[in-house]
């Protein structure tokens, strides 16, 4: 078993033909988008479209006439786009500092697989987050950013490195590494191909993919000058400590290094 799923990541992640990559647990995201529905108080239900099927997003409008863009919002596997905390904090905040958010949902496995069993899945994902793009543009957004969290910033790195999507920034927060070396020499030739500003953020207690991986990251990404590593000290995963200090990491940042590139556009 273990075989055939490194055989699935590399046919699915290289798009070899004659290999139909797994599908996603529709009835999870149905249940999470019911839920939502019924509980959401911040934004609104967008529902969008990539590769014939509808997904929901959430977005949420900056308090300012003129903000700085959109943030396309992408959440950790087996979630959610108003997953607690460190989703919903990001969607619900970053409006507060001129940048709206669109939370996208990404496919789901169903309950209890390995990480490993969502690489499958990374060619959809990516569709999805430039559905979103396309739609925040659509829109009129004229900047647009991505934020992902654990396994999702290794789907919009992926999204990234196989597609030119039109974005100022990326920030990666708690981006795993895979420790097999041909799903870990992936990953990082994925990061070489960003070109963009890009955040890599991670907390000190993080989970082994991530904190073991950090040297590694930052050589991958030696080449792009927009590239920034910053560890939050006594954060695990979860940054239950303190989140409201990675928020205002990534927003400051935002801030200071997309404004940047957006004064030389």
């Not at 529905?37 to 997904?55: D, P, Q, R």
């Not at 786009?81 to 990404?106: C, F, K, V």
């Not at 789907?155 to 920034?169: F, G, H, R, S, V």
Request: proline fraction near 3%.
């Amino acid at each position: 078993m273990k075989l055939f799923r490194s055989v699935v990541f590399v046919l699915c992640i290289l798009h070899l033909p004659g290999q139909a990559c797994l599908a996603g647990d529709d009835k999870r995201e149905a249940d999470f988008a019911e839920s939502i529905n019924k509980t959401m108080t911040i934004g609104k239900a967008v529902w969008l479209e990539s590769e014939g099927k509808k997904f929901l997003g959430l977005y949420t409008e900056t308090e300012k006439v003129l903000g700085h863009g959109v943030a396309i919002i992408v959440h950790d596997m087996d979630s959610h786009p108003d997953q607690q905390q460190l989703i919903y904090g990001l969607r619900t905040l970053l409006p507060e500092h001129n940048w709206a958010t669109l939370s996208l949902q990404m496919p789901l496995r169903e309950v209890g697989v390995e990480k490993e069993e969502y690489y499958a899945l990374f060619p959809e994902a990516a569709a999805r987050i430039q559905a979103g793009i396309d739609y925040v543009k659509g829109n009129g957004a004229g900047s647009v950013v991505v934020v992902g969290y654990g396994l999702g910033s290794l789907m919009a790195i992926y999204a990234l490195a196989e597609q030119a999507a039109d974005i100022k920034a990326l920030v990666a927060i708690s981006l795993p590494v895979p420790t097999t070396e041909n799903k870990a020499a992936q990953t990082l030739a994925f990061i070489k191909k960003v070109k963009v500003p890009m955040l890599d953020i991670y907390g000190a207690l993080d989970v082994p993919d991530v904190t073991a991986s950090a040297r590694e990251r930052r050589l991958a990404a030696k080449d792009n000058t927009g590239y920034r590593q910053i560890k939050i000290n006594d954060e695990g995963h979860a940054y239950l400590h303190d989140e409201g200090l990675l928020v205002k990491r990534v927003y400051s940042w935002l801030g200071v290094t997309a404004g940047a590139a957006l004064a030389t556009k």
